[in-house]
Antibody, heavy 121, light 107 residues
Framework: EVQLVQSGGGLVQPGGSLRLSCAAS????????MDWVRQGPGKGLEWVGR??????????EYAASVKGRFTISREDSKSSLFLQMNSLENEDTAVYYC????????????WGQGTLVTVSS | DIQLTQSPSFLSASVGDRVTITCRAS??????LAWLQQKPGKAPKLLIY???TLQSGVPSRFSGSASGTEFTLTISSLQPEDFATYYC?????????FGGGTKVEIK
């Protein structure tokens, strides 16, 4: 089955760190760019960032709101995507989704189930 | 950054109604726009991409169109399973941005 299964998340204090994981199966993970998207409680969707493929040097793009604090990485040998979140703020509280970027047209066509991150003291 | 302004933010409609949602981009994005549907507690789902192309498996009652920087999602005959929140999303340039969402509720 083609799917993305997320893990990690939970409660963390402001200033703390957390790492989210996303395990891909049913498709060739290394062939795709991957995104992270988040959704604050009762809010809309916000793009967090993207990591490109090996051929593009695994380069990444980030939203201004997380740049310098969040790092996206991937381990193609394990079909896994990661989001390292440092210096967390209350405003980072959200459900975080990993997502597959479709080759050719760069639209997201597959989403993980989402994982909740709560930043609170 | 490219801003996407969706309207309305909320609409109440009945089963069988024709529904139209608009997304206006702050600058030209060609047809680099997608429409997504999200139900409570679930991940979004791709409905339409490239402004007007129906994603595989999506019912034909959904359609999209574009005119300049204005994009429209139309549901020709609203079904019970269509009550959800709809978002537009542009992939023309970084950062990728989403519209604020349109919640479609039962009248």
């Amino acid at each position: 089955e083609v799917q993305l299964v997320q893990s990690g998340g939970g409660l963390v204090q402001p200033g703390g760190s957390l790492r989210l994981s996303c395990a891909a199966s049913g498709f060739i993970f290394s062939d795709h760019q991957m995104d992270w998207v988040r959704q604050g409680p009762g809010k809309g969707l916000e793009w967090v960032g993207r990591i490109r493929k090996r051929v593009n040097g695994y380069s990444a793009e980030y939203a201004a709101s997380v740049k310098g604090r969040f790092t996206i990485s991937r381990e193609d040998s394990k079909s896994s995507l990661f989001l390292q979140m440092n210096s967390l703020e209350n405003e980072d509280t959200a459900v975080y989704y990993c997502a597959r970027v479709r080759n050719g047209d760069y639209y997201i066509d597959l989403w993980g189930q989402g994982t909740l991150v709560t930043v609170s003291s | 950054d490219i801003q996407l302004t969706q309207s309305p933010s909320f609409l109440s409609a009945s089963v069988g109604d024709r529904v139209t949602i608009t997304c206006r981009a702050s600058q030209g994005i060609s047809t680099d726009l997608a429409w997504l549907q999200q139900k409570p507690g679930k991940a979004p789902k791709l409905l339409i991409y490239a402004a007007s192309t129906l994603q595989s498996g999506v019912p034909s009652r959904f359609s999209g169109s574009a005119s300049g920087t204005e994009f429209t999602l139309t549901i020709s005959s609203l079904q019970p399973e269509d009550f959800a929140t709809y978002y537009c999303r542009q992939r023309n340039s970084y950062p990728v941005t989403f519209g604020g969402g349109t919640k479609v509720e039962i009248k």
